[in-house]
């Protein structure tokens, strides 16, 4: 699929930044007044700010409101729905750390467990997706959690939970590669199946529904050539996984932490521009790009 600039700004910028309010809501670290105050505008600007960007993505951004009516049946609206609560409650949380220094800790504990259903919400819009079946799976959502958590952690100063949930992500990376990879195939999804004349013999497209561009080639049939691919995966993974790990093995100082952040959040626009672009949507069979 096409990797739109917007939607990758978003899922990694909303991602870190839901994922540092939820270790805020949870008193790591138990900041008030003026440290308080940065740790929240850090969280509220990245999380907000990733969900601005996703608007630029809409047809007609004017009417998103109307995204957050059909929360029965759409994680998109959840999802919006989610973060507005979140926000709103650990706003009020983060009112009473930093105005006067209160600790109301069963508010952080909501907004905690909010903002991390907003991250989960944000990840099921692509693993429900049963017609791009590279994402239709329990990896998907796994990975976007432990990524939001470990660069959450890493913003929250929280290195050692950073380690370990990096790590982890590594691996759950490495596994959504590796099973990812042949799913398209496995599935039997073909043009004969698509079209349902496959049990009439070998089905192909006489010709091509039309001569030129449409929004369905534009944004569901990016193709990625395999060599290419092959290396942004060694890059994404070195950067979001392998450095941030060697340097917190070095040290946890400030400025060692930072960078291993640095690196991390690189690495991730890396592996979530990869994630769009390796994605075959089964519309491509129409088109003979499959």
Same mark, same amino acid.
Request: no cysteine; proline share 2%.
């Given at each position: 699929m096409h990797p739109a600039s917007s939607v990758i700004i978003f899922t990694v910028a909303s991602g870190l930044g839901f994922g540092l309010l939820t270790w805020l809501g949870l008193g790591l670290p138990n900041a008030n007044g003026w440290a308080a105050f940065w740790y929240y505008a850090l969280g509220f600007a990245l999380a907000g700010g990733g969900l601005l960007a996703s608007t630029f993505h809409l047809g007609n951004p004017q009417r998103f409101l109307k995204a957050f009516s059909q929360w029965r049946s759409s994680w998109l609206s959840r999802e919006g729905c989610l973060s507005v609560f979140a926000m709103a409650i650990l706003g009020? +949380? /983060?009112?009473? /750390?930093?105005?006067l220094g209160a600790n109301w800790q069963p508010l952080g504990y909501i907004g905690s467990v909010l903002a991390v259903l907003t991250i989960i919400a944000t990840s099921m819009i692509y693993a429900q997706l049963k017609t791009v079946p590279r994402w239709n799976h329990w990896t998907t959502p796994l990975? +976007?959690?432990?990524?939001?958590?470990?660069?959450? /952690?890493?913003? $929250?100063? %929280?290195?050692?939970?950073?380690?370990?949930?990096? *790590?982890? $992500?590594?691996?759950? %990376?490495?596994?959504?590669? @590796?099973? =990812?990879?042949g799913r398209f195939q496995r599935r039997g999804t073909?043009?004969? *199946?698509? *079209? =349902?004349? =496959?049990?009439?013999?070998?089905?192909? $497209? +006489?010709? &091509? &529904?039309? *001569?030129?561009?449409? @929004?369905?080639?534009?944004?569901?049939?990016? %193709?990625?050539?395999r060599k290419h691919a092959v290396k942004l995966r060694v890059i994404a993974f070195i950067m979001m996984i392998l450095m941030p790990i060697g340097l917190l093995m070095i040290s946890y100082a400030v400025p060692i932490v930072v960078l291993a952040l640095l690196v991390h959040m690189i690495g991730t626009f890396v592996q979530r521009w990869l994630f769009f672009a390796e994605a075959e949507h089964v519309v491509g069979l129409y088109y003979g790009k499959r």
């Open positions: 009020i +949380f /983060a009112f009473g /750390a930093i105005f990975l +976007f959690l432990l990524l939001s958590l470990g660069g959450g /952690a890493l913003l $929250a100063l %929280q290195t050692s939970l950073g380690l370990i949930l990096l *790590t982890f $992500a590594g691996a759950v %990376q490495l596994l959504a590669w @590796y099973l =990812g990879d073909n043009i004969g *199946t698509a *079209t =349902g004349l =496959g049990d009439r013999g070998k089905v192909r $497209a +006489f010709e &091509p &529904p039309h *001569t030129g561009n449409n @929004y369905l080639l534009k944004e569901m049939v990016h %193709q990625v050539g």
